[in-house]
């Protein structure tokens, strides 16, 4: 097979040539100072980025994660000429297809405490430790020999021999909004560009599944770092913009207004596509390709029930929601965690492929047992229910379900009764979707002030997040200026936290 591009050579700032991929109206530019013309021969073991790198120094960062080609592959650069964007996304998907992990996970529900969540409070006590750093809440024995969560933990300590409990992720960014970038994408913040969330990388890879949104958020976007970054803004969140909890939910615009029946609607869906059509005979536009992409994917959730049915909790019985924390109990007297990680449960299993519930109001600078008193048990009910439904329903090893949040809380209570930032150490939950069970990994200190043993740094934490759903972090994805970035930067698989 031939293939013509048109290619030039650019040194870099350390005088090093290369071949720059960017993707401009439908083909593959490489610009160059130099056009030339030659015909090479790749051997069958050889990838093309491969082939670029090992002649006279000249590397292409965004072939260099194509995987190798099963037959002899010719190339022939002409200066005129270039090479079709549908050829080059032909033989990129043969790479991936080839060199991707496999995937353990089909969907993520992905649980995000917002404020920087107590380690030692909930999933880490230390009772050996002095008062002012142990707290006021007791240690309780969990279904896993030998390991301890706080006595606000009742339900989630029946189910840990369903999850891994990690006590020593760690990074050094002490700002909220610093946190949640990291966390949310795998890298420390950059004034220079907003990479994507693991939501948008996953809607960007694997797409939707049948009529479902790929991302979807709930009850809404908690955070500017849960977006697509540099990304298409297609790659981002469908957010339920309200409350499941609430006894009036619903999710607007999903059903026809009134007035609007089927045969209205689709007479409506064809006139707009005339629109379309016209509007993309002038111009190319990544704004006009996203709402087009919203359009879209409104269209496909109106015209099926079973996607729009995912967004009511009406056909859930009694014994479920009870199951969830959903009705009042004890000090809990308005729970809403159990509503929104059951809504979670019934999107992936409709289809979407990630779905970020937000809840609560972590960050307790002062009063800090008040502000946990109902939260943590309407959180420890509602995720204990989620596990158990999950595993019930045979879902479990196939959804990961993650707890994070931007980072833990100070060791030592502070002079209002407070806990204050703290990302040294803190804890974060994996369950199913691959990921060992009953396990512990990784350790703080005595003090839950440092990491003691097996520290996870983000990248690593992503890059398994990834792994787990069958994507090979390492490969690149298009930025702003056409300048490949890979999906995570220097991190592994942290072998430890797989089953």
């Not at 100072?33 to 073991?45: A, L, Q």
């Not at 297809?97 to 995937?103: F, N």
């Not at 009772?127 to 969990?142: Q, S, V």
Request: contains cysteine; aromatic residues 8%; glycine residues 10%.
């Amino acid at each position: 097979m031939f293939i013509s591009i048109s290619q030039s050579l650019h040194q870099t700032r350390r005088d090093q040539k290369y071949l720059d991929c960017s993707k401009n109206r439908g083909r593959v530019t490489l610009h160059s100072t130099n056009s030339f013309r030659c015909m090479v021969r790749i051997d069958k073991e050889t990838t093309v980025g491969q082939f670029f790198q090992q002649s006279n120094g000249v590397g292409c960062r965004g072939f260099a994660g194509m995987a190798s080609r099963r037959q002899f592959l010719y190339a022939g650069w002409l200066g005129g000429a270039g090479l079709s964007l549908g050829n080059l996304l032909q033989l990129e998907a043969l790479g991936k297809e080839q060199g991707k992990p496999a995937a353990k996970a089909k969907s993520v529900i992905h649980i995000y405490l917002q404020g920087g969540f107590a380690h030692m409070d909930s999933f880490d006590p230390k009772p050996d430790a002095p008062p002012e750093y142990r707290g006021i809440l007791d240690p309780i024995k969990t279904s896993v020999p030998g390991v301890y969560f706080s006595s606000h933990m009742q339900e989630t300590a029946k189910v840990a021999d369903k999850m891994t409990v990690v006590r020593s992720m760690s990074h050094t960014e002490v700002d909220h909004s610093r946190g949640e970038h990291s966390m949310f994408t795998g890298y420390r913040p950059s004034p220079a560009l907003v990479y994507p969330s693991i939501g948008s990388v996953v809607s960007q890879e694997l797409g939707p599944r049948d009529a479902m949104p790929a991302y979807v958020c709930v009850p809404n976007q908690g955070s500017q770092f849960l977006g697509s970054g540099y990304l298409s803004n297609a790659c981002g969140p469908f957010s339920l913009g309200a409350d499941p909890a609430r006894s009036n939910f619903s999710v607007r615009d999903l059903n026809l207004p009134k007035g609007v029946d089927s045969n209205r609607f689709e007479q409506r869906k064809s006139w707009k596509q005339l629109v379309d059509q016209h509007f993309a005979s002038i111009e190319s536009d990544d704004s006009l390709a996203t709402m087009d992409s919203f359009y879209q994917r409104a269209y496909d959730l109106l015209a099926s029930p079973k996607a729009r049915d995912a967004f009511s909790l009406k056909a859930e019985s009694d014994a479920t929601k009870e199951l969830y924390g959903m009705n009042a109990w004890g000090p809990i007297l308005r729970p809403s965690a159990g509503a929104r990680m059951l809504i979670a449960r019934r999107l992936v299993e409709a289809g979407a492929r990630f779905v970020t519930v937000t809840y609560g109001a972590w960050d307790t600078h002062a009063f800090h047992y008040r502000g946990i008193e109902t939260q943590l048990p309407d959180l420890d009910k509602a995720f204990a229910g989620l596990i158990q439904d999950l595993e019930q329903r045979g879902l479990l090893d196939s959804t990961l379900v993650l707890i994070t949040s931007e980072f833990g809380r100070t060791p030592k209570i502070n002079a209002g009764g407070g806990r204050d930032h703290w990302p040294r150490v803190f804890s974060i939950v994996m369950a199913g979707g691959g990921v060992a069970r009953g396990k512990v990994y990784g350790a703080s200190d005595a003090l839950a002030a440092e990491p003691a043993d097996n520290p996870l740094s983000v990248e690593d934490y992503v890059t398994t997040v990834y792994h787990l759903l069958g994507i090979d972090a390492s490969q690149s994805l298009m930025s702003p200026g056409d300048r490949p970035q890979q999906i995570v930067m220097n991190g592994k698989v942290a072998e430890g936290l797989l089953a």
